[in-house]
């Protein structure tokens, strides 16, 4: 592979394939910041290969 290849090659957040032209969106989920051991939101922009793996993707981080 050549650098133009791999600097190119984004994959989906939710099924790990490779995706030509990705869609970012921001995932919104909680997490645990271990220093002050407390909860925090925290807000995320991700790639995705369509809008249903985006939507599955916050879905299954809102619990």
Not at 31 to 50: G, I, N, T
Request: hydrophobic share 25%; aromatic share 8%; proline share 6%.
């Amino acid at each position: 592979m050549n650098e133009a290849q791999t600097a190119t090659a984004v994959n989906c957040t939710r099924c790990r394939q490779p995706v030509e032209k990705p869609i970012y969106r921001t995932i919104i989920d909680q997490a645990w910041d271990p220093v002050r051991r407390k909860k925090y939101v925290r807000s995320q922009s991700l790639p995705f290969c369509s809008e249903e793996h985006y939507s599955h993707e916050q879905m299954s981080r809102e619990g």
